[in-house]
């Protein structure tokens, strides 16, 4: 039993692709003839299953749009007591804030993932530096 | 392949790119999916034994809360497991649900005192800084590769 527990593993599967949508993603898992679990959710799917099935399918998926879906690994499976809102008596489930926060950085990221795949150069940014000690104090003087 | 710990350890974003390059992420997700299916440790709603906290004193004094210690125990073996690192710094969401901010502390401390290949960056907040974020990280994947390659050959 621990060894089949041990196999099973989920995966987040999160798109932001504006050809793809999430239940193309679905979909795709629907039409898969193995078994596998999935939870739709507004960020992508859940999908739940066999480790090498899983895999197989995810890769599907990604090969839909690679650079704008992503796909992490989750501890929890879906609907456990300890996550799920249903028996937790609301609210988003804990690690939700992270994943939005990324989740709104996907575009982003995916753009990049476009451009380093056709060789764009890198332009160069001037990042903001922190006002060091003495600058600070040479203004707090010379106001005075 | 190499095994990259990333920091934020439950990164979406890095945990896709180090896979994505090719890499293993040691990540968060997968060290509690060990804990949550093993038989024995599963009940609602404790996530971890008895026995954490005192593996977690490898890492932390015996003073500092077992909360820290519980989550070292979880995040020290990645660390020692890992060969390669990925430190992603001015996060707003690390604090929190992500844990407590002495452990986050802690475990970049850690993760820098490892002699090991290693790139520090920040979260992107524009489209260029997004570029330069996946650019360096992708480079710095790649030329894991290649000092993979060359210790390889050298013990051969």
């Known amino acids: 039993m621990a060894e089949e527990n041990n196999d099973v593993i989920t995966k987040l599967v999160v798109t932001s ?15 898969s ?3 596998i679990v999935i939870k739709e959710t507004c960020f992508g799917t859940m999908v739940t299953g066999p480790r090498e099935a899983v895999n197989k399918v995810v890769k599907e998926i990604v090969d839909l749009d690679k650079n704008h879906i992503f796909v992490k690994e989750r501890g929890f499976p879906p609907g456990d007591d300890r996550r799920c ?4 008596g ?8 992270f994943l939005k926060e990324e989740a ?4 982003m990221i995916g753009n990049a993932l476009d451009k380093y795949d056709k060789h764009v150069p890198l332009k160069e940014i001037e990042h903001k530096k922190k006002l060091g000690v003495k600058d600070l104090q040479d ?6 | 392949m190499a095994k990259v ?4 350890t439950n990164s979406l974003i890095l945990s896709d790119l180090v896979q994505r390059f090719g890499h293993t992420p040691l990540a968060m997700m997968e060290k509690i999916k060990e804990k949550v299916t093993t038989v024995g440790v599963d009940s609602p709603p404790m996530n971890i034994t008895a026995e954490e906290p005192k593996h977690g004193l490898k890492y932390a004094a015996v003073e500092v809360p ?24 001015e996060s707003p969401m690390a604090f929190g649900c992500m844990g407590c901010a002495r452990t986050n502390e802690l475990t970049k401390y850690l993760i820098r005192s490892r002699e090991m290949p290693l790139l520090e960056l920040e979260f992107p907040k524009d489209d260029d800084e997004g570029q330069e974020f996946v650019y360096k990280i992708a480079e710095f994947l790649k030329s894991l590769d290649e000092v993979k390659g060359e210790s390889e050959e050298a013990t051969e």
């Open chain 1, 85 to 88: 809102r249903a028996s937790r």
């Open chain 1, 33 to 35: 003839s193995t078994d």
């Open chain 1, 139 to 144: 203004i707090v003087e010379s106001s005075l």
């Open chain 1, 90 to 97: 609301g609210g988003t489930r804990p690690g939700f804030y």
């Open chain 2, 66 to 89: 077992a909360g820290v210690r519980g989550r070292m125990a979880i995040v020290g073996p990645m660390i020692e497991e890992a060969e390669a690192g990925i430190i992603v710094g």
């Open chain 2, 5 to 8: 710990i990333i920091y934020p």
């Open chain 1, 104 to 107: 709104m950085m996907l575009p």
């Open chain 1, 17 to 31: 692709s504006d050809s793809v949508l999430p239940i193309d993603a679905a979909m795709k898992i629907y039409e």
